[in-house]
C-alpha cells in the first residue's frame, strides 16, 4: 500500500521512488502523519519551529502543540479579496529564518479553498531554495480538487522537479519507527488493505478514479449552481470566490454573526468562520441556502 | 542540491522482538521453530482468524447500509459500553452508576499511551511504576507520554515465580499517589500472576496509599476469570484505567481494537474525564478506525457469536495449556536438569524459561529455535509435533552451556 501510496502523490515514474530517496510509512489517516512529522522534527531538530498558515485546519495547531513544536504563522488568505495574499505570503517566507520548517497545504487548502497558482508554486518554490526551506505538504485532497489526482498534486511535483526535500502524509520508515511503536505499535490493517487492493490494480484503480472525479465534479457543479442562485438573487455581495476557490470547502466570508443567524433561522449548520462544506449542499437544498445567505447578508 | 536537513539522522535500531522473526525468516533450515512473537499459531503452525471473525465480517460487508463516516473522537459508542461491560462486568455497579469513560483506542498500545498522555496532563503525580520484567514496549510508551518510569519487583528468578516481598516492598514505599502499572492477568513475559489472596493484599496496600492502578489487560480469555484483578479493584469503588486489547482473545492483531476505561468516584469526574480524553486523541489521529471495533461490537452484542467466540476462545487457550503440558512431560521423559513445574504454573502465551543468554544464543545456532534473548518463549508457536525438537534443544542447552 505505501509503495502505490508514493506513486500516487510523487507520479508512476518519478526518480525519486527509483532512487529509493523517499521514506515512508503507513500512518493513521492525515492527523496520525501530521503528528508523527512533528513528533520527528521535534527529535531530530529540537530548535525548529513550524510556520503555519493562516488560517489552516484547526487540528494542525493542536497537533503542533502537543508534539511541543513551537508555531509562527505566515500570511496566506487574503479577507478582501477572498483570495491569497501571495505578496506577504512571500515576504514571510523570505524573513523566515533559512532552513525553517513551513506547513503547506497541497491542494484544496482547508478551510478557505485558496490554492497559490501554478506560477505561484513555481514561486514559492524558488524561493524555499534560496531560503533553504523545508517544506511539509498536507494532503488530504488528492484527486477531490480538480478530479484528477494528478493534477491535484503539481504543487509537489514542482517542489521534487526543483530539488527540494520534502515531507508529506506519508513518513518516515526507520526513523518513524520508534514512534509509531510507541504510539500504536503498528498501523491498522483493513484500510491499507482496500488501499493497496484498489491502487495495485488497473481496473481497479480506474474505476477508483471515476469515482473521484465523479465526487469531485458534483462539488463543482453545486459551486457553480449556489453562485448562480446568489447571483440571481441580486445579492449585492460579490460571489465569484464561490467557483474560484477549490476542493471541499467554500471560505464564504460571512461572519460569525451571520453564521449565527443561518443557524437559528434557517437550521443551516457551518463553522463559525464561514466555512461551507459544498459537499453538503445538493441540488434540492441548494436554493435554500443561497436564499438563506442571501437574506443574512444583504445588509452587508 | 543542497545536504539532506536530515543528515544527522542515525539509523535506529531493530526492534528486538520483531528482529527475532527476521532472523527467523532468513534461516533456512527445515527444522526452524519461530517461539518470538507472541502471536496465536494453530497445531500447523498458521495464524488463524477466528470463525465468529469471518461470520462478522461477511455480515458487515453484506450490509449495504454500512457506511465509512467518521467516527466519533471516543470511538463506536456499541463498542465502547459492551468493551466496558467485557472488562468490568455486566453488573458492575461503576458502570450502572456511569462512573466509568470508555474510548475506542489502537489496540492495547494506543490504550495505554492515551491513558498515560491524560495522566501526564491531569494528574499530580508523573510516576509511573512498572514490573520488572515487563513488556519492552511499556517504557517507551510512557515515557514519550511524559511520565517518568521507575519500577518494582515482580519476578524471581530462583524460583520462576512472583517475588510477592519484593513487590509489596517496593510499592510501600512509593510515593503517595503514584501511578502502577498492572499487569490483569498473563503477565508477559514472565506468565506469572499473583493469587486472588495476593491481588487482595495488593488492593489494600494500593488503596492505604493511594497508588493509583493502570491495568493493561491484553489477555482477557477466560472471561470472567481472568478480570477478576480488576475487578476486585473496582469493587472497593476507587479509581483506576484499564487499557484493553483485542488482539489476541479475539485474534484482530492488525485491525487495532482496543479501548481505555477510566473508573471514576463520580459520573461528573467521568464525563469531564471523557471530554479531556477527546483532546488528548484528537491532535494525535483525530478519531479511530471503524473496521476493527464494528466486528467486535457485531460479535459481543449477539448472544450467540458471543457464545461461539468464547468456544473457540476455549479451543486457543485449551491448545496453548496442552502444549505447555507437554513440554514439561518431554522434558520429565528427558530427565533434564531442574525444576520445570513453571512451565505448567505460569499463564497465557508465554514462558519464562529460566534460559540465559548464552543458552538461548545456543538453542538458535544449533537447533534453528527462535525466542526472545531473556529466554521467553511463545507457547503458541508450539505443536505436539514439534514439542519434542525443542524439548530436545532445551535438554542440550541446559546441559551443555553454562
Redesign the interface.
Not at chain 1, 511503536?181 to 484500510?191: A, F, I, K, M, R
Not at chain 2, 484528537?282 to 483525530?286: A, E, H, I, L, T
Given at each position: 500500500m505505501v509503495e502505490e501510496t508514493l506513486k500516487l502523490a510523487y507520479g508512476e515514474n518519478s526518480d525519486l521512488l527509483k532512487d529509493k530517496r523517499v521514506a515512508a510509512v503507513q500512518a493513521?489517516?492525515g492527523?496520525?502523519a501530521c503528528?508523527l512529522f512533528a513528533d520527528f522534527q521535534k527529535r531530530?531538530?529540537p530548535d525548529s519551529q513550524i510556520y503555519i498558515p493562516v488560517p489552516t485546519w484547526a487540528?494542525h495547531h493542536?497537533?503542533w502543540?502537543?508534539a511541543h513544536v513551537p508555531q509562527r504563522t505566515f500570511h496566506y488568505y487574503h479577507p478582501q479579496s477572498r483570495g491569497l495574499d501571495f505578496a506577504s505570503m512571500m515576504d514571510d517566507i523570505k524573513n523566515a529564518p533559512n532552513?525553517s520548517f513551513f506547513l503547506l497545504h497541497a491542494c484544496a487548502h482547508n478551510p478557505t479553498g485558496v490554492d497559490p497558482s501554478e506560477e505561484q508554486w513555481r514561486e514559492i518554490s524558488q524561493q524555499f531554495k534560496v531560503k533553504?526551506h523545508?517544506a511539509f505538504f498536507d494532503m488530504a485532497y488528492q484527486g477531490f480538487a480538480s478530479g484528477d489526482p494528478e493534477r491535484d498534486a503539481k504543487s509537489i511535483r514542482i517542489f521534487l522537479e526543483d530539488?527540494h526535500?520534502i515531507g508529506c502524509p506519508i513518513l518516515c520508515k526507520?526513523?518513524g519507527?520508534?514512534?509509531s511503536?510507541?504510539?500504536?505499535?503498528?498501523?491498522?490493517?483493513?484500510?491499507a488493505l482496500i488501499v493497496s487492493t484498489i491502487l495495485g490494480d488497473p481496473d481497479l484503480k480506474k474505476l477508483w478514479l471515476k469515482e473521484v472525479k465523479g465526487m469531485a465534479d458534483r462539488i463543482i457543479g453545486m459551486r457553480t449552481t449556489l453562485r448562480e442562485n446568489l447571483e440571481k438573487l441580486g445579492s449585492p455581495l460579490p460571489w465569484e470566490h464561490v467557483t474560484k476557490q477549490i476542493g471541499m470547502f467554500c471560505y464564504s466570508g460571512m461572519t460569525p454573526e451571520q453564521v449565527d443567524r443561518l443557524t437559528k433561522e434557517y437550521h443551516i449548520y457551518m463553522t463559525r468562520n464561514g466555512r461551507i462544506s459544498m459537499a453538503g449542499v445538493t441540488t434540492g437544498n441548494v436554493g435554500y441556502l443561497a436564499n438563506a445567505i442571501h437574506e443574512v447578508t444583504k445588509s452587508g | 542540491?543542497?545536504d539532506?536537513?536530515?543528515a544527522?539522522?542515525v539509523?535506529?535500531p531493530e526492534?528486538p522482538i520483531l528482529g527475532v522473526t527476521v532472523a527467523y525468516n532468513k534461516d533456512q533450515s527445515p527444522v526452524k521453530l519461530n517461539l518470538g512473537v507472541g502471536a496465536y499459531r494453530t497445531e500447523e503452525g498458521k495464524p488463524l482468524v477466528l470463525n465468529v471473525v469471518r461470520k462478522a465480517e461477511q455480515m458487515l460487508v453484506n450490509d449495504q447500509s454500512r457506511v465509512k463516516e467518521y467516527l466519533p473522537i471516543t470511538g463506536l459508542a456499541d463498542f465502547n459500553k459492551l468493551s466496558a461491560k467485557l472488562i468490568f462486568g455486566a453488573n458492575s455497579p461503576a458502570i450502572q452508576e456511569n462512573r466509568v469513560t470508555t474510548v475506542q483506542c489502537?489496540?492495547g498500545?494506543?490504550s495505554l499511551?492515551v491513558g498515560a498522555e491524560f495522566l501526564a496532563r491531569h494528574y499530580h503525580e508523573k510516576t509511573i511504576y512498572i514490573p520488572q520484567p515487563t513488556w519492552g514496549?511499556h517504557p517507551?510508551?510512557f515515557?514519550?507520554?511524559g511520565l517518568s518510569v521507575k519500577s518494582y519487583r515482580y519476578y524471581d528468578p530462583s524460583t520462576r515465580g512472583l517475588d510477592f516481598s519484593g513487590l509489596l516492598e517496593d510499592l510501600g514505599s512509593a510515593p503517595s499517589g503514584a501511578i502502577v502499572l498492572l499487569h490483569a492477568c498473563a503477565h508477559n513475559p514472565t506468565g506469572v500472576d499473583p493469587t486472588s489472596d495476593q491481588w487482595e493484599q495488593i488492593r489494600q496496600l494500593m488503596r492505604s496509599k493511594g497508588l493509583l492502578p493502570f491495568f493493561d489487560s491484553a489477555y482477557q480469555r477466560n472471561l470472567d476469570a481472568d478480570a477478576g484483578s480488576i475487578r476486585l479493584f473496582v469493587a472497593d469503588g476507587g479509581e483506576c484505567l484499564a487499557a484493553q486489547s483485542y488482539a489476541k482473545n479475539m485474534g484482530l492483531y492488525?485491525?487495532?481494537v482496543g479501548a481505555l476505561s477510566i473508573v471514576c468516584k463520580t459520573a461528573d469526574v467521568a464525563t469531564r474525564v471523557e471530554s479531556q480524553l477527546k483532546?488528548?486523541i484528537?491532535?494525535?489521529?483525530?478519531n479511530p478506525?471503524i473496521?476493527?471495533a464494528s466486528i467486535v461490537a457485531t460479535i459481543l452484542k449477539d448472544g450467540d457469536m458471543y457464545t461461539e467466540w468464547s468456544v473457540e476462545l476455549k479451543a486457543m487457550a485449551d491448545r496453548i495449556i496442552s502444549m505447555r503440558q507437554q513440554l514439561y512431560d518431554a522434558l520429565c521423559a528427558r530427565g533434564t536438569p531442574g525444576d520445570w513445574s513453571h512451565i505448567i504454573k505460569q499463564i497465557g502465551m508465554f514462558t519464562f524459561t529460566g534460559l540465559n543468554t548464552n543458552q538461548v544464543a545456543f538453542m538458535t545456532k544449533e537447533y534453528h529455535i527462535y525466542m526472545t534473548s531473556d529466554g521467553r518463549i511463545s507457547m503458541a508457536g508450539l505443536s505436539s509435533r514439534t514439542v519434542p525438537h525443542l524439548a530436545d534443544a532445551i535438554h542440550a542447552a541446559v546441559t551443555s552451556v553454562a
Open positions: 493513521l489517516s492527523t496520525g503528528r531530530f531538530s487540528n493542536n497537533i502543540r502537543d532552513g533553504g523545508f530539488g526535500l526507520e526513523y519507527t520508534l514512534w511503536e510507541s504510539w500504536l505499535s503498528n498501523p491498522p490493517v483493513h484500510g | 542540491m543542497s539532506s536537513v536530515f544527522s539522522v539509523q535506529a526492534d489502537l489496540s498500545t494506543g499511551r514496549n517507551k510508551v515515557t514519550l507520554a492488525g485491525e487495532r483532546l488528548v484528537r491532535p494525535m489521529y483525530s478506525p473496521h476493527g
